[in-house]
């Protein structure tokens, strides 16, 4: 059968590869950051099963790192796609590493050694990483990273302590951008999703008010492997938060900005206080929602167990600003529906459940493929075929289509692959035979 090729390394991306590889196709992976792993590796736990998000995503990394069908690309980008269906050619360029990955074993002491330091991106700039770096300690392939940007050598000609202390003699700094060219049958498209950027919204008081953060900052915080450890500490005076206010639909559902809903914002945030609950008896949640959307297999459960066990309170609501008060509290503004009054809470720290939104190099990807977007900047497939793109042989799974939970973009991962080797050329019996 020829190879298939898939652009996006998040959960959707792995499953679609494992599934194809099973099926004993040859898949190339391809990921435009150092590691595969997506937005799930960022989260601290699964709605609703509270189960360790690196738990699942770390063994089914593995499995695509290990399995003889599937080769990796990270770091890489696809540039060109030219061909039919069953006979594409498809062109990608590898950024360089400035790291030999044949040779580098990830010890980390060009880590310790590194004098730059710079915000990192994982951490969402919680905290800060070294010039070289491992992108997150779970990492597939665990290889080590220089960041041209802030790199001294690179930008100056000086420093070089990774060189001194590399006993592998792994990094290269005369690596360039290598040009690859693949010939594939089909295509599978799932570069997953972008938050909405809060700062544009100033009734919501984000980086104006220092204990405002965003739902994915939250999910950081919470991660033992986070910036405080899993400790919920708020960003100002680092104390712990006792009471946190949940602001749903911030971006969603506004004919100003993104006129949908997310679909998974509300679990989302239930997950996160019953988190906070776990964490902290004491602790005290409130989820800010205008209408709630549970539509799950256990999800209503799971929320009904938050309130019972967990004491988490919804209350619906249209939250019109927040405000700092003393001590850099949160101060909530919002008008309480079944009182028709306005209102107003102060909490310890306000997080802000922001909207789901394509990626913004989906719209110049979807130019390379030769496949549409819809009107919301979202890859289009068609309603009766819901993983077919607007191009014969290409398809697309997870949120790069429409927001999507984990366990519904995993079901769309495995449809992707059944149809993409669908249409993959076969040999004869005589063939395979021989």
Do not use: W
């Amino acid at each position: 059968m020829k190879d298939a090729l898939v652009i996006g390394g998040g959960i959707a991306g792995i499953q679609t590869s494992l599934d194809l590889a099973d099926m004993g196709i040859q898949v190339h992976l391809v990921e435009r950051l150092p590691s595969i792993g997506g937005r799930m590796a960022q989260l601290d736990k699964t709605f609703p099963t509270n189960d360790c998000s690196t738990c699942i995503l770390s063994p089914k990394m593995n499995d695509c790192a290990r399995h003889p069908n599937i080769t990796l690309h990270t770091y890489t980008e696809v540039t060109a796609l030219e061909g039919t269906p069953g006979a594409f050619t498809a062109r990608l360029i590898k950024h360089p590493r400035y790291v030999d990955e044949t040779k580098c074993t990830g010890c980390g002491e060009c880590v310790a050694k590194c004098p730059a330091k710079v915000p990192d991106a994982f951490d969402m700039e919680l905290r800060e990483r070294k010039a070289i770096y491992l992108y997150f300690p779970q990492a597939i392939p665990q290889v080590m990273t220089i960041d041209p940007n802030y790199c001294i050598y690179l930008d100056r000609g000086k420093c070089g302590a990774c060189v001194k202390v590399c006993q592998a003699e792994a990094i290269d700094f005369e690596q360039t951008a290598q040009e690859i060219e693949l010939d594939v049958g089909a295509v599978v498209v799932a570069t997953g999703y972008e938050f909405f950027d809060p700062r544009g919204l100033a009734q919501f008081g984000y980086e104006q008010c220092a204990n405002v953060i965003t739902a994915l900052e939250y999910e950081r915080l919470i991660s033992a492997s986070g910036p405080t450890e899993g400790h919920l500490l708020r960003p100002s005076d680092g104390q712990p938060a006792k009471r946190i206010g949940f602001i749903q639909c911030v971006g969603s559902r506004d004919v100003r900005h993104r006129r949908y809903c997310s679909s998974v914002c509300c679990m989302h945030s239930s997950k996160q206080a019953v988190l906070a609950a776990e964490h902290d008896t004491e602790a005290e949640s409130y989820v800010f929602y205008t209408d709630f959307r549970a539509s799950g297999k256990g999800f209503r459960e799971y929320v009904a167990r938050a309130e019972r066990e967990y004491g988490v309170h919804y209350v619906r609501s249209r939250v019109a600003r927040i405000t700092e008060g003393e001590n850099e509290d949160p101060i909530i503004h919002y008008e309480d529906v079944e009182t028709s009054r306005p209102a107003k809470m102060t909490v310890d720290l306000a997080v802000l459940a922001t909207s789901l939104i394509p990626r913004p190099d989906t719209a110049e990807l979807a130019r390379v493929l030769g496949i549409e977007v819809d009107t919301y900047g979202f890859v289009e497939t068609d309603p009766l075929a819901p993983v077919d793109t607007t191009r014969e042989g290409i398809f697309a799974a997870g949120c790069c289509r429409e927001p999507s939970d984990i366990p519904e973009s995993v079901v769309q991962a495995s449809a992707a692959a059944a149809r993409a080797a669908g249409v993959l050329p076969q040999r004869s019996p005589r063939a395979q035979r021989k």
